[in-house]
């Protein structure tokens, strides 16, 4: 059984690696965790800035996004952020997510914390 609900958001790619180890401490926790990237912080989803992440952030960060994804942790990149950007490259395990989608997550949620 799930304690609380969480819902992170994240505009600036440097919290990353913070907020993706929050998130896997809190689903350890038996909470429900999702991330939304906007802004700054969904340019991490793409694959070709995730490599640069990766060297900036050492190895832990593709590590990180494995152990969310395989803790259950939803990883949504805005839709139009990606969109606006031709030619971006999802990183597999994240999906797409609009306004909607992040405002009924946030609705549910016991907390909604932004980084």
């Given at each position: 059984?799930?304690?609380?609900?969480?819902?992170y958001?994240?505009?600036?790619?440097?919290?990353?690696?913070?907020?993706?180890?929050?998130?896997?401490?809190?689903?350890?926790?038996?909470?429900?965790?999702?991330?939304?990237?906007?802004?700054?912080?969904?340019?991490?989803?793409?694959?070709r800035?995730?490599?640069?992440?990766?060297?900036?952030?050492?190895?832990?960060?593709?590590?990180?996004?494995?152990?969310?994804?395989?803790?259950?942790?939803?990883?949504?990149?805005?839709?139009?952020?990606?969109?606006?950007?031709?030619?971006?490259?999802?990183?597999?395990?994240?999906?797409l997510?609009?306004?909607?989608?992040?405002?009924?997550?946030?609705?549910?949620?016991?907390?909604?914390?932004?980084?």
């Amino acid at each position: 059984m799930m304690n609380k609900k969480f819902v992170y958001f994240v505009s600036l790619s440097s919290n990353v690696p913070y907020v993706l180890k929050k998130s896997i401490e809190m689903v350890e926790q038996k909470n429900e965790v999702a991330i939304f990237f906007d802004l700054d912080g969904a340019r991490v989803l793409d694959k070709r800035y995730f490599k640069k992440m990766t060297r900036t952030h050492g190895g832990d960060l593709s590590l990180l996004f494995n152990l969310a994804l395989n803790a259950g942790i939803k990883l949504y990149g805005c839709q139009m952020n990606v969109l606006i950007a031709d030619g971006l490259e999802l990183i597999d395990g994240a999906e797409l997510a609009g306004v909607v989608t992040f405002l009924e997550a946030a609705y549910q949620a016991d907390a909604v914390l932004s980084y």
